[in-house]
């Protein structure tokens, strides 16, 4: 073998045999001494012979370092040949060893055996070569060497000064890419290349594109260091205010509200959920300055989130018995809605745990709707919170603003519960069927989430973005009407509908509620003003039009104040009064409104009909008269399209009956037709007052009289049925009213009369009736048709009623 000494030439030609050094992640370079640890057997093995015989060995790096043992196509073509200046071995079996390259060797086999690896190479001693391209090259090289070693910060300056005085080209490249930190394959690939030119290039390249990087790392570096000395500034700034207020004896405010609102959190009950995102909010306003525009958003967000009631709530009074008493002495009537409270109260005596029902309830105005949702809170003994959607057009009125936007705040709904303080409490939402809809959003659609039992234990403010349970809450809406409110919202709903009380039930409402409370507003004792039911009975008829109370309970204030000016013009705190027909005209002036009357005699083509309003219901006449002309048909009195189509089928079945009426068949070419519906001023429609127009048109064209003791509604078909109407119980009530003692109703709404008080029912005859004939034959006075052999020829009404029944 070889002599490896320093000055030693080598032939380029000599293939010889040496033990191999397999390394790992790193490359040797000829000229270059580093220090190596070994532990694998047979490279100790290697490092042994060779120290027995010539100390040269054969450096390789592998092409994976996870590989541990390596064959011929597991190593790198092109190593070192090595002179191992020192061994020495470790306590653990390792070894230390120093080993200085000497020159290139390209690997051309291995031979393995069971103690190390022999590998065949051949020396690739550097040529030596000249030129004035060269010298340019190495002089780029080494200023290019200059800037890395200034960036990278961990070559010294004598390593600098050291390699630049080196002249031989290859041996210079050499040095240089040993202190480059570069990947192991770009090594190699410096180390493969024989031609010190080309090695000089590949170099320079490298080392320009590792200059660029370090550029940018130091940028990088100072961007961040002059952040960090901002920021220690400010920390030192703050740090010394501190001290001085210390000093000056004040209390570190912001500290205090941290450690607050730390403790509050804790003492809070909230959800998971809730109590991360408060953790992670309060981490944040630690790091901010306390006078941040941001650290006063995020406290704000924390107050909310601390001051909602998660687990604090009402405990249900399920005392049934307790709770009926309440909601009677609140309220007079309205038995559908104190029926499903008790219900509900009872199946939570027996679940412990139900979801809360969710009640709308429907009716007119001045009925009771929104006092009877607190009567409700107070009969469950849970809290009562109102939360009005009067005029609401805003989405985030109802799920909140997003933190976002300046002087966010979380909807209604969450508003609602933060004020009333508890979880479970009675939340009536008002006038539900008076939300709009604009640009902004759907309001309607955001209270899908809140009226589903389904969805509203997980509800999501856009504001507090986190789910809050709204399951314990026993929601209920009103509404005065159901069409203005979306179908999908109105399915979520139980719908108990409230009608208008009757004129009993205002004065009993009066007797029990408006007169007590109206006196003790106005100062005057309950012994000292009596109220007749007359003189009630004449303000209800005269002075208000109405379902509900409301303007009742006005003229009874009205009628209050006018005796407490009278007591204090006289002095007499004591005198008494007492309220009857003529004193109430007295205070109250001039009557308001009248109300149907019948006519006390029989009349052609006047028939008493009967409407429902949303104030109640109402006699409405009906006349009709008959004038020569050429068959046409006038309606008036501000009626609205269906009605003018009953009008239409009136008289068309009127014209399909005429044999049996006695008319002539061509009687309605030879005479116009007028149907005069009186208050002309007030729109008028539906499909209910189509008997009473039949029968106003019969009577005009044929001199019968109608009994004006009897009153009529029903829909009526071409061919003479009656159909169901709606409102029956407030056109019973203003029958009576009128001192009409015969009425005539649809028989399918025989059913309805359960609903009607028993005191309306004993003061009229009620008359169902299926046909029109059978209408006819009760109002019309005298008989149609003295013969017996009229034939029934168009619609006889014995077939008639084998075909739909």
Known sequence: MTDLTENSEFDENEVGTYPILPLRDIVIFPHMVTPLFVGRPKSIQALEWAMENDKQILLVTQKDPKTDEPEEEDLFDMGV?????????????TVKVLVEGKVRARLLGLELTEDCIFGKLLPVPDKKIGSSELEALMRSVNNTFETYASLSKKIPPEMVSSIASVEDAGRFADTVVAHVNVQIVDKQTILEEIEPINRLEKLLALMEREVEILQIEKKIRNRVKSQMERSQKEYYLNEQMRAIQKELGEKDEFKQELRELEEKIEKARMSKEAVEKANAELRK????????AEATVVRNYIDWLISLPWKKGSKDQINIGKAEEILEADHYGLDKVKERILEYLAVQALVKRIKGPILCLVGPPGVGKTSLGRSIARAMGRKFIRVSLGGVRDEAEIRGHRRTYIGAMPGKVIQGLRKVGSRNPVFLLDEVDKMSTDFRGDPSSALLEVLDPEQNHTFGDHFLDVDYDLSSVMFIATANTLQAIPGPLLDRMEVIRIEGYTEEEKIHIADRYLIPKQLEVHGLQTEQVKFSNSALLEVIRRYTREAGVRNLEREIANICRKIAREVVKSGKTQKRFQVGVQQAKKFLGVPKYSFGVKEEEHRIGLVNGLAWTEAGGELLTVEATVVPGQGKITITGKLGEVMRESAQAALSYVRSRWL????????????????HVPEGAIPKDGPSAGITIATALVSALTGHGVDQDLAMTGEITLRGRVLAIGGLKE????????????????????????EVPGSILRALNVIPVRHMDEVLEQSLVGKLSDDKNVKDVDYPLNAEKSVHH
């Not at 049996?660 to 149907?675: N, Q």
Request: charge should be positive; proline fraction near 5%.
């Open 660 to 675: 049996k009426l006695g008319l002539e068949k061509d009687f309605h070419s030879k005479v116009d037709l007028h149907v």
């Open 81 to 93: 040949l090595a002179q191992v200046v020192q061994m020495l071995k470790l306590p653990d079996g």
């Open 731 to 754: 056109k019973l009530l203003a029958a009576k009213r009128a001192g009409i003692h015969r009425v005539l109703i649809p028989h399918e709404n025989e059913k309805n009369l359960e």
């Open 285 to 292: 306003l630690k790091m901010m300055s306390p006078m941040s």
